[in-house]
């Protein structure tokens, strides 16, 4: 089946520091990618997706390129803050007889220290 | 105001019992899922349902069973827990099963059995 695989955790920075969480693919079709976030104690929040091959999505200040060559969705940002320490999910989705079913990775903690 | 909303948040109970986590969403979408997180981040899907109707089923134990009175609702019920069901429990929902559309999360409710 698909499936999605993330860098193991946690990856530590310092304010300012530049961040990427790689994150690869398998799948049969042409899925859609997301990053999820999850701050500490709450639910998973989208933080950005996109739906097809060379589609980049962005959200405060992250990015991530769908790249079906090499099967990636590789999450950036140029400077990190102590507010964006959390748990950063890759997914795909998953068709499952029409429906749509969310592939997770195994998530990435990011600490961010002052 | 809270799209989806999860009670309880924590719930602490002995093997064997039989529990029951709600939730609601009052963003009048028509799909809802539980998803269940383990010790270490991992998230995976168990269920979801589409206008009342079950869609998705992954291979859960029958002790699970949800139940959708109707599309703003899906309830979980457990029976004869084990100590392998500790696990943080997130509900979610989104517009459409069929494309790729965000899907929101709950708090998550934190089961601990003893």
């Known amino acids: 089946g698909d499936s999605v695989t993330q860098m193991e955790g946690p990856v530590t920075l310092s304010e300012e520091a530049f961040l990427t969480i790689n994150c690869t693919y398998t799948?049969?079709?042409?899925?859609?990618l997301f990053w999820y976030v999850q701050y500490p104690g709450e639910g998973l929040q989208l933080l950005l997706k996109a739906t097809k091959a060379d589609d980049k999505g962005s959200n405060k200040g992250f990015e991530a390129t769908y790249r079906k060559e090499t099967t990636s969705f590789h999450l950036e940002k140029g400077s990190v803050q102590v507010s964006d320490s959390a748990v950063y999910f890759c997914?795909?989705?998953?068709?499952?007889?029409?429906?749509?079913?969310?592939?997770f990775g195994t998530g990435t903690r990011l600490l961010v220290s002052p | 105001d809270t799209a989806v909303s999860q009670t309880p948040k924590y719930l602490v109970t002995q093997m064997g019992n039989d529990k029951s986590i709600k939730c609601e969403q009052n963003?009048?979408?028509?799909?809802m899922y539980w998803y269940k997180q383990d010790s270490k981040k991992f998230l995976k899907i168990m269920f979801s349902?589409?206008?009342?109707?079950?869609?998705i089923n992954e291979t859960v134990p029958n002790r699970f069973s949800p139940k959708s009175p109707d599309k703003a609702h899906l309830n979980l019920h457990i029976n004869s827990l084990e100590l392998g069901d500790s696990a943080v429990y997130f509900c979610?929902?989104?517009?459409?099963?069929?494309?790729?559309?965000?899907?929101?999360f709950g708090p998550g409710t934190r089961l601990t059995v003893t």
């Open positions: 997914a795909l989705s998953d068709s499952f007889g029409g429906f749509q079913k969310l592939v």
């Open positions: 799948a049969t079709g042409y899925p859609s």
């Open positions: 979610a929902s989104s517009q459409d099963p069929r494309g790729s559309e965000e899907q929101y």
């Open positions: 963003l009048g979408h028509d799909t």
């Open positions: 349902y589409n206008n009342k109707e079950l869609i």
